[in-house]
Structures are given as C-alpha cells and as structure tokens.
C-alpha cells in the first residue's frame, strides 16, 4: 500500500483590481461602467458556481436590492486559476446610487480577499446650477 500525503488548500484567492471602485474611493459617472472583476488563486482554481454579484441601487429614494451574477460572463484564465467576471448594464441607468458587492471561493472554499470586494458608484448627468447674486456698490 502506498501512501499520498495531500496538504490542504489554506490560502484564499484574492480580487484584483477591477474596473469598479473600490471601498473608500467615490465615482461620479454619466452612464453604468463596464464592470470587469478577476478574482486569481495561487493554489487552487476559481469555484465559479460560487460567485455572487449583489447591487443596491438608490434612486428616487427608493432602495433595490438585486443579485445580479446571472447576468455576468465568465472567462477562465490560466487554466481556472483566474476568472474574468465581467458585465455589460444593456440600458441606460437612472441617476442615483449604486452599492455593490462580490464574492468568491475557490475549490477548496476559501473565499477570495477582500471578502466581500465592495464599493460605490453614483450616476450623475444634472449639469450644477451656479446662480449670481450681483449687487451695485460693491
């Protein structure tokens, strides 16, 4: 009888960096941005049944919650140890903002760090008003 030792899998993936903000930083956008996340395991590979997209929007004072990771195409890289998970909105967004949140693990379960990667965005087109309030004499 032969004996293989296995070590398991401890170390979690990690996000890299995405085309969305992420936590502390603040985008004022005209329209939705492509949305391009890459989570990468050094010892595993991406479970990509495990990925998870939550989008809190708030327009019109009106919080709506949706997870939306159907939605997203998926796109292995070196062989499944990356995954590109990346989103086009179709139409254009309401003014407001937008709160997201994602997670992953790879095979082993260890969720990808940041857990979750998260961040903001705000859809902004109203040009600002600059009113002048002029008087004489001065």
């Known amino acids: 009888v032969q004996k293989i030792f296995v070590v398991?899998?401890?170390?979690?993936?990690?996000?890299?960096i995405g085309s969305l903000p992420?936590?502390?930083?603040?985008y004022y956008l005209q329209q939705f941005p492509q949305?391009?996340?890459?989570?990468s395991?050094?010892?595993?590979?991406?479970?990509?049944?495990?990925?998870?997209?939550?989008?809190?929007?708030?327009v019109?004072?009106?919080?709506?919650?949706e997870n939306i990771e159907s939605r997203f195409e998926r796109t292995a890289i070196d062989n499944g140890s990356?995954?590109?998970?990346?989103?086009?909105?179709?139409s254009e967004a309401p003014e407001g903002s937008y709160s997201f949140a994602a997670k992953v693990s790879d095979l082993?379960?260890?969720?990808?760090?940041?857990?979750p990667f998260s961040g903001q965005f705000f859809i902004d087109r109203t040009s600002p008003t600059i009113e002048f309030n002029i008087q004489s004499g001065l």
């Open 8 to 16: 398991p899998d401890t170390i979690s993936p990690i996000w890299q």
């Open 41 to 58: 395991d050094s010892l595993g590979f991406i479970n990509t049944s495990s990925f998870n997209f939550k989008l809190i929007t708030n």
């Open 60 to 65: 019109a004072e009106q919080n709506i919650t």
């Open 108 to 115: 082993a379960n260890n969720h990808a760090t940041p857990n």
């Open 82 to 90: 990356a995954v590109l998970f990346s989103y086009t909105h179709g």
């Open 22 to 26: 992420q936590n502390g930083q603040l």
């Open 35 to 39: 949305i391009s996340l890459i989570a």
